[in-house]
């Protein structure tokens, strides 16, 4: 069936290093690609999404690219804040809008100052 | 728009217990999902409305579990004879039917079974 795999967490930075989150799915056809943000205390939050093979989605300095030869859509952001601290979870729904989203496990991302 | 909200934040509740949450979601959206979240892993898709239709149910959804949307606004999820495995986090999530739809969630109902 249709899964995302993310890389296992936690993640420790020190502020201002390059963050990378990797993330792969499987899936038939043409998922959308999400990145959801759980800060810590609050709900998920929409943070960037792809819609077809390579369209990059960014959104407050992270930045994804759809690629669909190697089925990836990996999060990066080049200087990450200690305010980034929070949980990232991948995700992707199959087919046209009013499905389901199916999520990855979640990468906790820990930024020290 | 205050976003999706959802009541009661948490819920304890012995086993055996039957417990509903509800959701409201934001007003001009037609699409109400539930998912539920368990500690280190990704929410889980439950079932899914379009207004007051319940369109599809994952077969996570026992038969313990009913959800209903009586007019298209609110939602409720109703848990029966509540197991120590239902404890996890309940979240909803609203879209609007047009557009780009993205999923809006709220802060979740957090559930304890003892």
């Known amino acids: 069936g249709d899964s995302v795999t993310q890389m296992e967490g936690p993640v420790t930075l020190s502020e201002e290093a390059f963050l990378t989150i990797n993330c792969t799915y499987t899936a038939t056809g043409y998922p959308s690609l999400f990145w959801y943000v759980q800060y810590p205390g609050e709900g998920l939050q929409l943070l960037l999404k792809?819609?077809?093979?390579?369209d990059k989605g960014s959104n407050k300095g992270f930045e994804a690219t759809y690629r669909k030869e190697t089925t990836s859509f990996h999060l990066e952001k080049g200087s990450v804040q200690v305010s980034d601290s929070a949980v990232y979870f991948c995700?992707?729904?199959?087919?046209?809008?009013?499905?389901?989203?199916?999520f990855g496990k979640g990468t906790t991302l820990s930024v020290s100052s | 728009d205050t976003g999706v909200s959802q009541n009661p934040r948490h819920k304890i509740t012995k086993r055996g217990q039957n417990v509903t949450f509800r959701c409201d979601p934001i007003s001009e959206h037609n699409r109400l999902y539930w998912y539920r979240q368990t500690l280190g892993q990704g929410p889980e898709f439950l079932t899914y409305f379009q207004n007051e239709a319940q369109l599809e149910k994952s077969r996570l959804l026992s038969d313990r579990f009913s959800a209903e949307r009586p007019k298209g606004s609110f939602s409720t999820l109703e848990i029966q004879r509540t197991e120590q495995g239902d404890s996890a986090m309940y979240l909803c999530?609203?879209?609007?039917?047009?557009?780009?739809?993205?999923?809006?969630f709220g802060p979740g109902t957090r559930l304890l079974v003892l």
């Open positions: 792809a819609t077809k093979a390579d």
């Open positions: 999530a609203s879209s609007q039917t047009f557009g780009p739809e993205t999923q809006y």
């Open positions: 995700a992707l729904r199959k087919g046209q809008a009013g499905t389901a989203l199916i």
